[in-house]
């Protein structure tokens, strides 16, 4: 009699503590209700590049080359990140050297190149 006592308190321990464990969520598997919301945009900025040097300048926008002609402006919608690069000699600039950097603060700056 001892032993089925012992027996059913065994049984109905397990069994309260087993219930609560079956519906808790486990620790290791993340909820992606996140991914709905997220930014799929990339962050692009506007600025403009205006050349003030006496001659024509080329430059890499990216992996992108690009003129700038003397005294103009030129508009550019490029994302954060993107690196303007010299890819002819001024005085001020080495080929290769940077130019800009993009970051978000710059939207709507103008970068005169001397």
Do not use: C, W
Request: proline content about 6%; glycine content about 6%; aromatic content about 2%.
């Amino acid at each position: 009699m001892k032993r089925h006592n012992l027996l059913t308190v065994a049984v109905v321990a397990t069994s309260l503590l087993a219930v609560p464990a079956i519906y808790a969520a486990p620790a290791s598997i993340s909820s992606p209700v996140h991914a709905m919301f997220g930014k799929t945009k990339t962050n692009n900025v506007k600025l403009n590049l205006r050349n003030d040097t006496a001659s024509s300048l080329q430059i890499l926008v990216g992996d992108k080359p690009m003129t700038l002609e003397p005294g103009k402006l030129v508009n550019l919608e490029v994302p954060v990140g993107t690196r303007i690069v010299a890819n002819s000699a001024t005085p001020n600039h080495a080929v290769g050297s940077l130019i800009e950097e993009v970051i978000k603060d710059h939207s709507g700056a103008t970068i005169a190149i001397r």
